[in-house]
T-cell receptor, first 118, second 112 residues
Framework: DTGVSQDPRHKITKRGQNVTFRCDPISEHNRLYWYRQTLGQGPEFLTY????????KSRLLSDRFSAERPKGSFSTLEIQRTEQGDSAMYLC????????????????FGQGTRLTVV | GDSVTQMEGPVTLSEEAFLTINCTYTATGYPSLFWYVQYPGEGLQLLLK?????DKGSNKGFEATYRKETTSFHLEKGSVQVSDSAVYFC???????????FGAGTTVTVRA
């Protein structure tokens, strides 16, 4: 396993267009997180999933944002009608909430998708 | 709400110098505390963590002690190397997951 992968790495889009990002977590991880990071700031939590269930959404996640994890494996984050303020790095992370003999793991982050809205 | 405040950078040091990055937090209850590092061109990596008061996290020569009385989790390393050049983030979580609140990050550059 090569870790958490995100696609695309970079996306430039015009204001008003829709964009979708994909995150492939580490295969056995049941938790998946999305964060947003703007220049000079730390990451801000957006939402997270346990298996396919979306357990929590931040107030930062406006109605234009939607995230899915349909089979409890990969996840997508869609932004509709993009605005210039959406320009940021979007980070995905995954972790294992241990069950039985399996122990909890730390969260592993992907390298992110950098979105630029022009 | 939860918040993390860390020392502003950038910080520039010579090799073998002592590094301290201050971090204080505001949170109810007893959060877990973390330091993450981001090396150039790479994703965030967990450097160390502490889950209760007076715990000391350590890794790669870095240490940080969870101080409940001062709500702090300062990162220290006694002798830095050029390879320690990175952005360091302090973070907390109030629950048994990785819904993290991060500080703004401190850029550290170590010169040979």
């Amino acid at each position: 396993d090569t870790g958490v992968s995100q696609d695309p790495r970079h996306k430039i889009t015009k204001r008003g267009q829709n964009v979708t990002f994909r995150c492939d977590p580490i295969s056995e991880h049941n938790r998946l997180y999305w964060y947003r990071q703007t220049l000079g700031q730390g990451p801000e939590f957006l939402t997270y999933f346990q298996n396919e269930a979306q357990l929590e959404k931040s107030r930062l996640l406006s109605d234009r944002f939607s995230a899915e994890r349909p089979k409890g494996s990969f996840s997508t984050l869609e932004i509709q009608r993009t605005e210039q303020g959406d320009s940021a790095m979007y980070l995905c992370a995954s972790s294992l909430l241990g069950q039985g003999p399996l122990r909890d793991t730390e969260a592993f982050f992907g390298q992110g998708t950098r979105l630029t809205v022009v | 709400g939860d918040s993390v405040t860390q020392m502003e950078g950038p910080v520039t040091l010579s090799e073998e110098a002592f590094l301290t990055i201050n971090c204080t937090y505001t949170a109810t209850g007893y959060p877990s505390l973390f330091w993450y590092v981001q090396y150039p061109g790479e994703g965030l990596q967990l450097l160390l963590k502490a889950t209760k008061a007076d715990d000391k996290g350590s890794n790669k020569g870095f240490e940080a002690t969870y101080r409940k009385e001062t709500t702090s989790f300062h990162l220290e390393k006694g002798s830095v190397q050029v390879s320690d050049s990175a952005v360091y983030f302090c973070a907390l979580s109030r629950s048994n997951d990785y819904k993290l609140s991060f500080g703004a990050g401190t850029t550290v550059t170590v010169r040979a």
